[in-house]
DNA sequence: GTGTAGAAATTGGTTGGACCATTGAACCAC
DNA sequence: GTGGTTCAATGGTCCAACCAATTTCTACAC
């Protein structure tokens, strides 16, 4: 058979260009996240299509956690939009939460020893302020309730991601963030979890604050790893506690 | 038509509850990928809503890449559906340059390498061998035409994220794949580009096999690196070409 | 004036029915 | 067999209502 390509044609994509129209509007207001946006009916008449097809396209936009739909009060814009976004839904199916958990935590190894040591090399002063600004506060905050708040926690790291010089970092750990946080409705009855996890964080911004990448991210996969070790320390606890 | 049962809606939330019921049909029947669901208009006989709840159900769906609609055909599940799936939708924007290509090989280093170790640990002799007929594919081309072929080595490299036993670093990485080349419309200029990654795809799969994660990690830093100077060198073609 | 309960308007959610566009299979002429 | 034609099935779009949650306004009591 002879090769050649030819790209499948499109006829009727109502819809898409339903959504590539009200990209561009959201870009040309310059409505920011948390704004509303024109109710569905306005929208059909000003598109010229009919309200179902707005709200198809509207449902594929909150599938995708952009926009926030409130009934009786209206549309609400949920995160940035730009015309040359890429959309990917990760999906994770099967196995029981510790299997989740585990997987989640394997990508946040692989990204955040990178991310720490691209952080050792490109961070500058005012970065490595913030970063130990929110360093200091988590470290407040453990001594004062003794116990990590996984709260100030997460402001350090990502104050670290933000200033590796690559914003998808930011973004896929913190899809990564919180798909481990869905997992986590049952604390598998581990206490002090993370605890473990507490030194890792000031040797880890030792590394950084010196400029060393390998030292980074050495100390980086350490603090991973005693997250995983009580990751599995809960498992242990569990299978042990369905025995009786 | 093979005879199922699917119980009525109860309250509101329809289309949620739409689409848990759905997900619990397509357990009960073992529908697999590529097998046709029932049509929008018996779902909606069946689960005693209208038709247009439905199609909002499916269009969440379609949005999440489960299901892909063919007007004039029918709905056909694109992807193994189950009841404990977790969504977490990623939407990454990025610069349309060299510097949005270096960020996603940033990216794809990490997981990369995370997963090539990974790999190296867990694959068993079927993955193993699944894994080497796609290199053989791939050196075979390579051969012939003298030249990568992005199709084979994609192909080559998918098998390991595959029998990594995660998920998450295949539906990543594809993302970082596609954003790749949506950057990718302008080759730089660089001819025989991905030509000096040759050799480190068998010298990485060798480490895999000898079930040598560290080894593993180390080759596939190298490949990436021989991709990231390709890159770089067709930065620096550019910015010549931009001076004359 | 102030506060609050209730009415009215607004807005997303759902329904049912209609028609269009595409697909695929059955059928037919050649 | 090849190439049309017909026709039923199916997803895509549209319309005009009505429902349910929310917000806004208003009238009334104090």
């Known amino acids: 058979m002879t090769e050649f390509s030819l790209p499948p044609i499109q006829t009727t994509a109502r819809d898409d260009a339903v959504l590539k129209a009200l990209a561009g509007f959201v870009m040309r207001e310059k409505l920011e996240p948390g704004e509303r946006l024109p109710t569905e009916r306005i929208l059909a008449e000003r598109l010229k299509v009919s309200r179902n097809t707005v709200r198809e396209a509207l449902t594929r936009w909150e599938g995708l956690g952009l926009v926030e739909r409130r009934q009786g009060s209206g549309t609400y814009l949920k995160a940035a939009v730009s015309l040359d976004m890429l959309h990917m839904p990760l999906t994770l199916a099967g196995g029981n939460d510790f299997t989740g958990l585990m997987r989640t935590l394997e990508i946040r190894r692989a990204l955040e020893a990178e991310a720490a040591a691209l952080c050792a090399i490109r961070a500058d002063e005012d970065d490595l302020?913030?970063?130990?600004?929110?360093?200091?506060?988590?470290e407040e905050e453990f001594l004062s309730r003794a116990g990590m708040s996984s709260e100030e926690d997460w402001e350090f790291h990502q104050a670290i991601y933000r200033a590796c010089g690559n914003p998808l970092f930011e973004q896929i750990i913190a899809a990564m963030h919180e798909l481990f946080h869905r997992f986590w409705e049952h604390p598998l009855g581990v206490r002090d979890f993370g605890h473990a996890s507490f030194?890792?964080?000031?040797?880890?911004?030792?590394?950084?604050?010196?400029?060393?990448?390998?030292?980074?991210?050495?100390?980086?996969?350490k603090l991973i790893a005693t997250v995983e070790d009580d990751l599995k320390r809960g498992a242990a606890n569990l299978k042990l506690s369905d025995r009786k």
Chains 1, 2 share one sequence.
Not at 129 to 138: V, Y
Not at 199 to 221: K, Q, S, V, W
Request: proline share 6%.
């Open 129 to 138: 302020a913030e970063i130990e600004r929110k360093l200091d506060i988590m």
């Open 199 to 221: 030194p890792y964080h000031r040797t880890m911004f030792n590394c950084i604050a010196a400029h060393d990448p390998e030292g980074a991210r050495a100390e980086a996969l």
